[in-house]
Each structure stands twice: as structure tokens, then as C-alpha cells.
Nanobody, 117 residues
Framework: QVQLVESGGGLVQAGDSLRLSCAASGGTFSTYVMTWLRQAPGKEREFVAAVTTGGNTYYTDAIKGRFTISRDNAKNTVYLQMNSLKPEDTAIYYC???????????WGQGTQVTVSS
């Protein structure tokens, strides 16, 4: 059983940056594809970014060029560096561990990101 704990969310202004972290415990972190998803109020949860076991990265078009996903297998942690934040980035951000960027075995509890205009 893998436990995932997100941190780093908060209230920022448009144009600011945040770095989210997701710390994993209880499993073999390096064997999982790690994914960030988000859910805005009144909307469905959506894919944001993923990093494979080999370090390949994938992004949704809405955040390309602004967000960067990375992983540190020595620290069992995946990060999401978010720059040039926009109000439409406001959401609860979740990390997930799975076998692909669309197949998840474990979820974190989420961290709130609010971007004011």
C-alpha cells in the first residue's frame, strides 16, 4: 500500500509561482508512473502532467510551458513547479501513482491552489 501526501498549495496572485510536492511512502516509488491531476470547482478531475519511471514527461496543453513535473526517486517525491499561474489554474491538485498516466492505483488527499486575479 502506497501513501501519497501532497503539500505546497496556497493562495497566490496571477503571475506568481508555486511548487507542489507529493511524498510517497509504503511502496517502491521508482516503479510507478507519477501523475498530477486537478479538479476545479464544478468541473471534473483532469490530467495535468505525468512523469514515467524513465523520466519521460507529459503535459496537458493548458499548462505547457508554464508547469514542470519532476521526480526524485531518492526522496520518493514528485514535484510540480507551476509558474505564471492564472486564475483558471485554481483547483485542488492531486498526485497519483500508477502504471501509466491514465491508470492510477493510489491517490493523495489533494492540496488547494487558489490564484487570484
Amino acid at each position: 500500500q502506497v501513501q501519497l501526501v501532497e503539500s505546497g498549495g496556497g493562495l497566490v496572485q496571477a503571475g506568481d509561482s508555486l511548487r507542489l510536492s507529493c511524498a510517497a511512502s509504503g511502496g517502491t516509488f521508482s516503479t510507478y508512473v507519477m501523475t498530477w491531476l486537478r479538479q476545479a470547482p464544478g468541473k471534473e478531475r483532469e490530467f495535468v502532467a505525468a512523469v514515467t519511471t524513465g523520466g519521460n514527461t507529459y503535459y496537458t496543453d493548458a499548462i505547457k510551458g508554464r508547469f514542470t513535473i519532476s521526480r526524485d526517486n531518492a526522496k520518493n517525491t514528485v514535484y510540480l513547479q507551476m509558474n505564471s499561474l492564472k486564475p483558471e489554474d485554481t483547483a485542488i491538485y492531486y498526485c497519483a501513482a500508477g502504471s501509466s498516466r491514465y491508470n492510477y492505483f493510489y491517490w493523495g488527499q489533494g492540496t488547494q491552489v487558489t490564484v487570484s486575479s
